[in-house]
DNA sequence: AGGTTTTATCGTAATATTGCAATATAAAAC
DNA sequence: GTTTTATATTGCAATATTACGATAAAACCT
């Protein structure tokens, strides 16, 4: 009936589909690769760059957010959202570990 | 309008997102660390270590195969999914490559 | 051929996601 | 204090995803 039955995987089953579930929309991929390349984010700026309406891009941020992915500051008055150093790397740990964990061979054709 | 505007960003960024996609469900991590940990896997076998009902499995399963993950074939009359060691690989580097090529630093809070 | 087993497809319901216009909020600038 | 600028929230429409019962298809076994 549509609701993902989420009770049924262990947490790390759910944790990684959560992180995947935010890298699973090309926009928020690109908002991550353009705030990498940039000293200072200024949300208004992914307005332009993306070419997602604001209220768009504030979704996106708030996904991305949510998992821990961003801190965000005020400088000026501009809001700074940065990439979360420590989460990232979690997060890229985690992904790795599933990535070498699976044995690829489990019948050879 | 709920329609993802694909066409407005890069192909590289969209084929990430699609491969996420294909992880953000625990039922397909489940899915892809049980058919790792078998020698042969029977479909059917799924049905009752995933604890979803056989259309499920089966979607979910056709979601894998679509991104190039699973090999199948005939073995028997039960149908062995295998995953595809190149194309594994392949998705094991553009999600390392994504999370080494973001630069945590943008500003420093 | 007829029955059994296994997987795929169809149809449908419930829920989630994506996107934006309109509006609200908050801080800075004047 | 009002205007400007930047971001968040609300409400809603379009589409996608998740799930499963019913049914079909394919292969095996008498």
Redesign the pocket.
């Known amino acids: ?5 989420t009770h049924i995987f262990s947490i790390s089953q759910n944790e990684l589909a959560q992180a995947a ?1 935010v890298f ?2 090309p ?1 928020r991929i690109a908002i991550l690769e353009y705030i990498s390349r940039q000293e200072n984010c ?3 700026d992914l307005v332009d760059v993306i070419g ?5 891009i ?6 991305i957010k949510k998992i821990g992915l961003l801190k ?1 500051t ?1 400088e ?4 700074c959202y940065c990439i979360n150093q420590e989460r990232w790397e979690e997060l890229q740990q985690s992904f790795n570990a599933f990535f070498s964990n699976i044995n690829q061979n489990c019948c050879q054709i």
Not at 1 to 5: D, F, H, I, N, P
Not at 76 to 79: A, M, R
């Open positions: 009936m549509g609701v993902s039955k579930k699973a929309h926009a200024i949300c208004n997602l309406a604001q209220p768009t504030s979704q996106h941020l708030n996904e965000g005020f000026g008055k501009n809001l």
